[in-house]
């Protein structure tokens, strides 16, 4: 019998590797990310799914309830829900990715710059840090609508800059740690200059930690949204988003109870599945990231 | 003690100042000439040149900005451009309703959110633990506005418990207030109860595991002893703290809740003005919003101060 031993490179994992492995392991998050694919599916082939054609009005089949024809009835001007619903899916999971972008390009780079540079920088961003976190996110969303115009990508850019602060202190927290690590000592004492470190070691260990916070920002997004869309200020017709149908559904009450329930339901299992995703990556941080 | 206040209040003055820096700078957000956007394309030249006049467009920036913050830490926030009143006496007819709205939201996350962390927390791992952890976890997905939504549909329209729409003052009548705080409240604070409940959870479910706690139950003490003389105790700065910050998340919930019920608060005002593009009013309730959420910020981490005092020497 010979017994074979592993020679050779066997490198440790990088911590991303470790991180997604991990992750792999965790049932509840891992179905949180078939319904996050199931939905997105809907919304890209959303043409394919929908039985009507979302827009399409019918004064004849107002309010109805649903049945095989209509699967979720009809709006107050007779238009499928179902159909609007699907592709409504489009501008909701769209609406949030715009917001967590917005806020990760104007956070990442100033809490990188932050957290390893301290002094006098680290001082004044995070007084502004601070104060954009003291503004209730939704009536500064309010406001530059109103200035701006009402429009998802306007709402949606505001919420990102409300979102940038919360990405600015995880980036900060997480660079100020690593900067302390002896590994980026005995880098700097090599000769590796400030741009080479933040590439090659203070990204990779960022990174895990940021997912986290994008994946529970996205589910913070998708409220937003749907609170904005709510309140009217979010996509203009004939676009809808859920939160549209919930407010149309809101406006319905008294002739048809039912309307507000399907994108109810929707809203909360997606962003649930957000938060499911965000616990499971949360919990396969591990120890080394978790700690700094 | 009063060192450490004043030094914290001290503190809070840069970040008004960037704040109002900001709701400032609104007014340049806006595409083109701001008048035209504010008035409409059809205003005629002698309202555009006074709302350019009201707003000090006509003024190098600087000195605008500086005009407007002298005003602003007078509370005087000009006027407004749709209602022919002061933008201070806007806000303060609403502040009454929005903080009403908000300490029965409170009262709900309190009432709920406490008890049901403390009940998970203290035998963690068990049913009613994941059971108590389950509903949470649902109640800060539900958007508060759909559960206004059902809330209102199931008690104000199918049975007529509770009405759907108005405000009464506690002060007019203090029953009426609460039969119709009743819904806002709930729909409001659901979230926050949540919240509530999984930081309250998990504060205790730590301090139950620590040596000294299982040692005083190893010794008989009883169960209400113990959660009254360690675990409360320890679990406070955490409790306290994630109340605290739930002032801002009702804030904001609020404003889409007081539209849904019919009140008159700083929400529906926001609205209205964002509506009508007034822009005075929102600067004004932007930066009275910031200040009520940096005030409370304060108040938890003197609170903090009171819990610990090692926080007051450091």
């Known amino acids: ?38 939905l997105t599916l809907m919304a890209v082939l959303a043409p394919l799914i929908a039985t009507h054609d979302p827009a399409l009005q019918n004064l004849r089949a107002r309010n109805q309830g649903p049945s095989s024809g209509h699967w979720f009835g009809t709006d107050d001007i007779g238009r499928d829900l179902f159909s609007r619903m699907v592709y409504g899916a489009r501008t ?104 080479r470190l933040i590439r090659s070691h203070v990204l990779p260990n960022i990174a895990p930690p940021l997912i986290v916070q994008a994946t529970i920002m996205l589910g913070v997004g998708v409220l937003a949204e749907a609170a904005l869309s709510f309140l009217g200020v979010g996509v203009q017709p004939p676009q809808a988003t859920w939160g ?22 929707a809203i909360t299992v997606l962003i649930l599945a957000f938060q499911w995703v965000g616990d499971g990556l949360r919990d396969s941080l591990g120890r080394e990231v978790r700690r700094g | 003690m ?30 083109g000439d701001a008048a035209i956007v504010i008035a409409g394309e059809s205003a005629s030249p002698e309202r555009l040149s006074e709302i350019r006049e009201q707003l000090g467009l006509d003024q190098p920036l600087i000195e605008q900005f500086f005009r407007w913050l002298g005003n602003a830490v007078r509370g005087d926030f000009g006027r407004s451009l749709v ?18 709205l908000v300490l029965a939201g409170m009262t709900v996350a309190a009432l709920i959110g406490i008890p049901a962390g403390l009940v998970a927390g203290r035998r963690p791992g068990t049913l009613v633990d994941r059971g108590v952890t389950f509903i949470a976890t649902l109640g800060i997905a539900i958007p508060s506005f759909w559960l206004a939504t059902i809330l209102i549909s199931t008690f104000a329209v199918q049975h007529r418990i509770f009405p759907a729409i108005g405000y009464v003052s506690p002060f007019d009548d203090p029953v009426a207030w609460m039969h119709r ?43 209400r002893r113990i959660m009254w003389k360690h675990v409360l105790k320890n679990a406070a700065i ?31 005002l926001a609205v209205n003005s964002v509506g009508a593009r007034d822009i005075p009013t929102i600067q004004g309730i932007v930066v009275v919003v910031a200040l009520f959420v940096l005030l409370t910020n304060l108040v938890v981490d003197l609170s903090y101060a009171v819990l610990n005092p090692k926080v007051r020497y450091q």
């Open chain 1, 1 to 38: 019998m010979t017994r074979t031993i592993a020679v050779g490179p066997t490198r440790t994992p990088g911590p991303i590797k470790r991180f997604a492995r991990r992750f792999a392991r965790q049932p509840i998050a891992m179905f949180a990310v078939g319904l996050l694919v199931v």
């Open chain 1, 92 to 195: 909701t999971l769209l609406a949030p990715v715009i917001a967590v972008t917005v806020g990760m390009v104007l956070g990442v780079p100033t809490g990188l710059l932050a957290g390893f540079k301290r002094g006098p920088i680290d001082a004044v961003l995070g007084r502004v840090a601070d104060a954009l976190l003291a503004l209730p996110g939704l009536i500064v969303a309010m406001a530059i609508v109103a200035v701006r115009g009402p429009s998802m990508v306007n709402a949606m850019m505001a919420v990102g800059l409300n979102f940038a602060p919360r990405f600015f202190r995880v980036v900060r927290g997480t660079a100020l740690a690593i900067r302390e690590e002896t590994f980026i000592d005995a880098s700097r004492i090599a000769g590796a200059s400030d741009t």
């Open chain 1, 244 to 265: 549209v149908l919930l407010r149309r559904g809101f406006d319905n009450l008294s002739e048809a109870r039912y309307q507000s329930i399907p994108p109810g339901i």
């Open chain 2, 2 to 31: 009063l060192t450490y206040s004043a030094k914290r209040l001290i503190g809070l003055l840069p970040l008004l100042a960037l704040i109002s820096l900001g709701a400032f700078v609104l007014t340049y957000l806006t595409p």
């Open chain 2, 83 to 100: 209602i022919d009143r002061d933008v201070s006496e806007l806000i303060s007819a609403r502040l009454g309703p929005t903080v009403s």
């Open chain 2, 181 to 223: 705080m009743v819904l806002p409240a709930i729909a409001i604070g659901a979230a926050s109860a949540a919240e509530v409940a999984r930081q309250t959870r998990s504060a205790v479910s730590d301090v139950v595991q620590l040596d000294h706690v299982r040692t005083s139950r190893s010794l008989g003490v009883t169960d």
């Open chain 2, 238 to 268: 955490p409790i306290v703290t994630v109340l605290g910050l739930q002032i801002g998340r009702l804030l904001a919930s609020g404003v889409v809740i007081e539209l849904m019920f019919g009140i008159p608060g700083l929400g529906s």
